[in-house]
């Protein structure tokens, strides 16, 4: 008998195999400017919040850890943590400092734990993690920036140049459309991303190839396949998936008017924040939905009694 296989971890393995190839290959080969320090001590921040939160909340939940049971447990447990610190450390550029990378990923992991909407019968964390702790890293410490986007190809030339961004878009198509099933996301971020450079072009005579450019650039695959899709922080409903790429890519374009830099992340956080309102709005909706109708029930139950 066969078992089916989980597609969000599947997604998690293969999404983490990308994300360290992509690091080990853009470090050797690519152009990476960062130390190798970096990503080293990213994955030790990443795995030992990862796992200390995840003893916290089991001891207070009298239940045993998820990463108990032997090494394949661990390895799976520790995926998300893995991705979240090769992000985190690929992005940022820190020059050779340790200490941001090290901070911008404990914000990130620790997220998942604070930042939580009830959904359904649970909660779920609603902020992006590396984006997240990109985000804040980038608003405390000025002097940090994002990783110019030429050094994800700084070392290649001729054919390289279009088999990378080409692999990429086959890869995250893959991962997105037939696991994560994010292609309504990825097209509405797309089309708004597209739309906002022709209004921005109308409105204030912004040339429409420059506003356009970021799109052909590595670092917005990067951000389109790998960022802004991830599974356990965006809706699952098509028409709510587009609105979310839609939100972002608008707000990205205002943020750009107004002159503010780093705007894809700030975006990105804004949104999902937005998002996570709505998501404790609704519960607490619902909640008084169920309070009313339970109220009459039980004078019902009362006069019946008497």
Known sequence: ??????????ALWRFAISITLFNV???????????YAQPLVALATAYSMEILLELIDAR????????AGGLRPLVNFLLSA???????????????????IVFATAVAVGSKAIFRAPVGNGT??????????ITVTLLLFP????????????????????ILPGLLVASGTLLNVNLTKKGPLILGWLGGFAGQAVLR????????????LPMTGVAFLLFTFYMITDPGTTPFKTRNQITFG??????????VTVHVVFGLFFALTIVSTVRGLCLYAHAFAERRVRSKAEVPASAMVGRAGS
């Open 201 to 212: 072009n109308l409105l204030f005579d912004t040339p429409l190839i420059a506003a356009l």
């Open 143 to 162: 002097w940090v920036g994002i990783a110019p986007p030429y050094h994800f190809t700084e070392n290649l030339g001729g054919l390289a140049d279009w």
């Open 82 to 100: 893995h991705i979240t610190a090769l992000a985190v450390a690929m992005l940022l550029y820190a020059n050779e400092r340790l200490l941001p």
């Open 1 to 10: 008998m066969t078992h089916k296989k989980d597609p969000r971890l599947v």
């Open 124 to 133: 779920r964390h609603f902020l992006n993690p590396s984006n997240f702790g």
């Open 60 to 67: 207070a939940n009298r239940r045993p850890p998820r990463f």
């Open 246 to 255: 839609v939100a972002v890519a608008v707000l990205y374009g205002f943020l």
């Open 25 to 35: 290959l853009g470090h050797a080969f690519f152009g990476f400017e960062q130390s």
